[in-house]
């Protein structure tokens, strides 16, 4: 059996550390001199990292410790315990595992053994001084950028779009090329109330790259649009302040584009895509395979002729691989769409029956919001009985104050959050049906309705319809779509579909 001590070095630089005392290159020599005092040993394996040491997520380490695990050497040496790791809880677990593959672990400048506690005890004392030193180092730089916030400087990173930062500098300038282009996306936006999906696609039409040299995507331009330091602001840790570099947009403009932004965030519906061909677009059409909304989306076939169709979100981003969902003929869709729901709505028995499931649903509703309305007016009148008690108590000199003061806080603070729910309880009235609906009139409303806005042609009014009647669409499969339609609470057709009165029935007893 040989003794030789098989030797696996690990030797690492880091960009976070300021100073570089020890390059990769003198760390190699140094081993390599300290390996060649030894008797019996033999490097037989060298790792590198150029990366930081806060954390284990390095390629070099990550093979060493595979390595370690299935026996390939014996003993780890480093130049400093400060190359290994510069956090102490990480170092510790390190040599923990490295002894759990019965492999050793030396320092080449710092005298210590892990076979003994004494040198355990030292290993973890030098890793408690360079976790010092590193955070030492992060607060010290924390505190430059700091303070270069405060001053309205840029605090690093590849200045936005429209901004350049001239050498030498650290105060942003807009850039004569591309600051024009900034300030047009936002006019875009607000003013003609363009989506990003067509400010990309008109960027891109221009000819205009990314800072990068790439096209441009709906999710670039929304994030140009919510960033402020085109108003003059600069960011730290998420704070913004006041920035040294002069604003490419008005307040107003971008607080305007903001706002636009939030809304959309909220209700698809009022999203610039809306007047598209697409009818389906702004409905829950899902695709039950992966669960991701279908789109509409466009290709040219031959001659030229545009082939338009709706697709799974998946696939359009990850391929056929990732959801094998087929797309759906656009103008096919659609048609079958529409056509049942002329069917649905014109039948007075399903009408009849979805309008007896929401009388019978909002029963339900009135019983329960009875129910918990009451029972908490019972628990109110009882806080109130326990407060009284406590008052009469207390002015009849059967109390002192001291002695109830925090049982009278608890109860009044337990009264006052009762009598909040109580408020903002639905009121058993509000939840009663005003009367019997006529299933055939309600059927035929929405039948009318349905039809008249179909020949009026108008995208944005067909659209808020099908809002309105349709829940969802989920596509099994090209031959199984299943289409949930509903009845509205109320039978009234939104204010901008139609003039008023356009779809009221010539009934005398309406």
Partial sequence: MSDTVRIATYTRISTDEVNQPYSLGAQHDRLAAFVASQPDWQVVARYTDQASGKNLERPALTELRTAAAAGRFDLLLVYRVDRLSRNLGQLVALIEELQGHDVGFRSATEGFDTANPAGRMLVQLLGSFAEFERASLLDRIGAGMERKAARGEWCGGTPPYGYRKPRGTSILEPDPATAPVVASIFR????????????????????????????????????????????????????????????????????????????????????????SDYLLSTLPFVCDRCGHPMVGASARGRGGVRYAYYTCTTRAKRGSAACDQPRLSKAEVEEAILAQMSEVYADTGLVGAALEDAAAAGRTAQAEAEQAREGLTREASELRRKLGRYFAAFEAGELDAPLVQSRLAELQAQLAAIEARLAEAPHPEAASPSGPVEAAIVSWALSQALGEVLRQGQRARTKALLRLLIGEIRVISPDDIRPTYRVPATVRIPNELVAEGGFEPPTKGL
Avoid at 199 to 222: E, K
């Fill in 188 to 275: 875009r936006y607000v003013e003609t109330r363009e989506g990003g999906r067509q400010i990309a696609a008109w960027l891109d039409g221009q000819g205009v790259r990314t800072r990068t040299g790439g096209r441009w995507s709906t999710t670039s331009v929304l994030d140009l649009l919510r960033n402020r330091a085109y108003i003059g602001e600069v960011s730290f840790r998420g704070v913004w302040g006041p920035g040294a570099h002069p604003p490419i947009v008005e307040r107003e403009l971008f607080d305007a584009a903001v706002a636009i932004l939030d809304t959309r965030a909220g209700d698809p519906g009022l999203r610039r895509t809306n007047p």
